[in-house]
Structures are given as C-alpha cells and as structure tokens.
C-alpha cells in the first residue's frame, strides 16, 4: 500500500505536469486516468484509462526524474499509441514509440537520471510507425545486441498494455480529444497536441466519398428491402408490395485486407471507412470481414450497437477466394470489398452487388462490380 510519501511524491510529480507548455493537455489527461500503484509490475505502464507505479522504482527515483515518468506515460495517451499499435508486434510498436516519446521530453529539457531509457538520435524526425518500420525484430534478451525493457534492465518491462476492455478505447478517444480542445483555448498549442488533433480527424475520416457512392449503391439496394403486406381491409385478398425506407441498407458485407502487403496506414483507413459505413449510412446489420488467405475474423453489428474497435488478425498473403466462397453462401444484400489487389482476380459471383474500393494499386482490375482507386 502507498504510503503519505507515495502520496506527496506523486501529488509533486503531478504538480509539475500544469507548468508544461501542453499543460492544459497534459493536466486535462491527467484528470481523466487513474494513478495506481502496482508492485507487480518493474517499473511504470499505462493501458490507456490508468498508469501504474511500481512504488519502490518511483521513489527509488530522483524527485526531477518523476514527473518525467509521468509525462511519458502521459504522452502514449496522448499520442493514441494504444490504437495506432493495433495490429502490430506490440513490443516492437512499444519500443517505437518509446524512442519518440523520449526525444521529445530529452528536447523540452526532462530529466532522465536513474532511468534507462530508450533514447537515440538516430530516430529525431521519425514518425512512430515509421521508428517501428525500421527497428529490427526483438533483439535478444542477453549476449551481444540485448537491450533492456523500457525503464529497466529488465527485457521484460513493457509500459503499455491493451485496455481492459476494446470498448474502451472511444473512452481513451474522448478523453484525449477533450484534452486538445483544452489545449487549443489557451490560444497556445504545440506541434505535438496539432499532430495528435490531426490523428483524431484522420481518424474518422474516409478518404472516399461515401455519401455520393453508397447513397447510390443502397438505393439500388433498397429493393432488396420490398416486404409484402395488406394494403387495405377492404381488400385484404390483395397483397402488394411495400418499399421500407429509401436508401437504407439491410445487411452488408464489408470486407478488409489485412494480408501482409497492406501497410499499417492502409489498415487504418479501412477502420476509419468502417466506421463511416456504421454511423453515418446506418445499415441495419454490417458484417465486418477480415481476411488474408482465408476469412480470419467476422464481426457483426446490428442496429443500435454503438461502434467498437476492432482488433487485427492475420497478415498473411491474399487470396479472393475465400471471399467469393462467403459471398455464395450467404448472398448479402450488398457488399464492399477494401483491398490492395495484390492478388489474382476474384472469379465472378453472379447476383451479389460489390463495391470495390482498391488501394495504392491504380493499375488493378476486377471482373464484376464498381471498382474506385483510392491512395492513402
């Protein structure tokens, strides 16, 4: 358990944060997460909604080291680093990240003593998805190479972890939009809070104008919704057709490349058009379909469901094929197929709608439906 010493050490780290340029951020952050002490764990970790301590590493700190550690648990917050790693090596992506986060705080002046960070000059300038490109595969443990964790010594000291919950991750979203907003009505705002603001729009935006390619595509589609009724008491032998609402899509397949060709930023577009789909056409039922080789992961959402995150499987090669089979099994009303095409051309499906939307590849053809290039 904590004691008053735990207490007032950390009220000082926490003290430190306000007086930060980003400080309107950053203390907007720190309001929103749960400080816990944790002697389970080697050093300091964060999942997005809570940081945790280990209270004998922080007090065995220097008192200029420890808002330090706060702040950097703060930023993998604040940089989104808990989504942007989906679908990654999660200790890979861990380390990137550490190197981005470090070279920042080492340039606004933090003290790092009694710490072993992650910190080489090497990577100034890098994004870090791109640190994570370039950074070999988990280097060795011990021997010649090895490379300690991300506090420590210890290979083993990971500081960040997944939530709890995938549902929390709109949670973690809010928390760091509304921290941006506070940020930017102090009439100052940093490189870093704009670069984290740009994330929350990208984010959320499609790179395809949906509005005017699917609102055609679910008219087309909206026969699929006639239902018979009775028009009138008076004749009741009578039974007409019914059209439901104009433009509203029944189910839909949505399918996405996660092969080992399509990129991390790729991935992230098709979440981001995923979501589009789901809050702003309203489909009644959205099956969401990852594949590689073979179908790896489906999801399905129905009306009234709020959006979640969805987590990444596969990365092998590609192959239509499994797609083109579920489209005959299952006959959707209408479905739209996301991918590089870096892959042989799916065979005909007769009497099933698709939209295609191809990525980075403008050369790429396909046998039946609407095909759009899209670069991202």
Not at 83 to 93: N, P, S, V, Y
Not at 127 to 138: G, I, S
Not at 212 to 223: I, P
Not at 251 to 258: C, P, Q, S
């Amino acid at each position: 358990m904590p004691t008053p010493l735990h207490i007032a050490a950390m009220d000082t780290a926490k003290f430190e944060i306000f007086l930060k340029n980003d400080g309107a951020f950053l203390g907007s952050l720190l309001c929103n997460v749960d400080i816990v002490w944790d002697d389970k764990i080697p050093t300091a970790c964060t999942n997005g909604l809570k940081i945790a301590f280990n209270p004998t590493w922080f007090m065995s700190l220097p008192e200029p080291t420890r808002p330090t550690i706060l702040l950097h648990e703060l930023w993998h917050i604040g940089h989104l680093h808990i989504i942007r790693g989906q679908g990654m090596d999660e200790a890979k992506f861990n380390r990137a990240a550490d190197y981005v986060i470090n070279l920042q705080l080492s340039d606004e002046g933090n003290s790092f003593d009694g710490a072993s960070p992650l910190l080489d000059q090497k990577w100034r300038d890098y994004t870090t998805e791109e640190v994570y490109d370039a950074l070999p595969p988990q280097p060795p443990q011990s021997g010649p190479g090895s490379q300690g964790g991300c506090w420590s010594n210890d290979p083993g000291d990971m500081d960040m972890d997944r939530p709890d919950d995938p549902s929390d991750i709109e949670e973690i979203v809010q928390a760091v939009h509304v921290a941006v907003i506070a940020q930017q009505r102090t009439g100052y705002s940093s490189e870093h809070v704009e670069a984290v603001s740009e994330l929350i729009q990208q984010r959320n935006k499609p790179v395809v104008d949906w509005k005017a390619e699917l609102k055609e595509f679910a008219h087309e589609r909206a026969r699929a919704g006639l239902d018979y009724k009775k028009r009138n008491r008076r004749y009741s032998h009578v039974i007409l057709p019914a059209r439901g609402k104009r433009g509203r899509l029944i189910e839909l397949d949505f399918f996405f490349d996660i092969s080992g060709s399509v990129t991390t930023d790729m991935v992230q577009q098709m979440l981001a058009e995923v979501r589009f789909i789901w809050e702003t056409l309203k489909p009644k039922k959205l099956n969401i379909i990852q594949f590689d080789t073979s179908i790896r992961k489906v999801i399905t959402w129905v009306q009234g469901q709020s959006f979640a995150e969805i987590e990444i499987y596969g990365r092998g090669g590609t192959s239509l094929e499994p797609v083109a089979k579920r489209l005959e099994k299952n006959r959707p009303h209408g479905c739209v197929i996301m991918t590089d095409l870096e892959c042989p051309m799916m065979r005909i499906v007769e009497g099933v709608p698709i939209l295609w939307l191809c990525i980075n590849n403008p050369t790429a053809t396909v046998q039946q439906g609407k095909l759009i290039h899209i670069k991202v």
